[in-house]
């Protein structure tokens, strides 16, 4: 307990799903956790949540899809919180992600990279000043295994999240001089209730999909921590062993 003492972190997508189990450990580790995602239910409920459970969080809606409501949040925890330590890029907007490469429009592939790296890139650029303030800020962003393997069907998730992880490895060679490492988390979890569904299990050497809770939200937690802070630049993989380190 107390890995992120005196920490403010930011974590977008953060009301349902990794996001927000990744936010509720946070919180339990001791930071201030900013709650970020675009309907105010959903944050209101992970805020109480934590503040029942003795945490602190702020509640921020915000589209990542819109770039001023994407400054506005950064501005909102700084007001409340004086300072950004962790940024956890999560959000995505998953409703437009299947498509073959031949019927692929430019205009749907623009919303995969408006909600992905683009609004990764600008939460990044937002926070930099800060991360950089802080002597040993840390970056994750949500990437995929299957962009990693290109699955397909999904060409503009696909195009969408190898797009992030180029980021992540530009950012951490070009932020390493100020203490900022930034890395990769490519998870396979049960976020849609995989289990009531029936759907199989994925083909992994451990057979069965992660818990947001017990399996991805901790390597996370790593990642914001001090016990992290000589990797930079990295895919780390939560996936039952499905990729076998070809991520990298």
Known sequence: ????????????????????????????????????????????????????AGGAALGVVCDVGEADQITAAVDKVVAAYGRIDVLVNNAFDGSAVSSSIIDLSVEQLQRNFDTGPIAYLLFMQACYPHLRESGEGRIINFASMAATSGLAGYGPYNMAKEA????????????????????????????????????????????????PEEDIAPVVLFLASKDSQFITGYSLAPDGGAIIDSAR
């Open 164 to 211: 992030v992880r180029a980021l992540t490895r530009t950012a951490a060679r070009e932020w390493g001089a100020d203490k900022i490492t930034v890395n990769n988390v490519l998870p396979i979890a049960d976020t849609w209730g995989a289990a009531e569904k029936e759907v199989p299990p994925p083909m992994s050497a451990l057979a069965r999909f992660g818990s």
């Open 1 to 52: 307990m107390g890995r992120l003492n005196g920490k403010v972190a930011i974590v977008t997508g953060a009301s349902r799903g990794i996001g927000r189990a990744t936010a509720k450990l946070f919180a339990a580790e001791g930071a201030k956790v900013a709650i970020l995602s675009r309907t105010s239910e959903g944050v209101e409920r992970v805020v109480a949540d934590i503040l029942e």
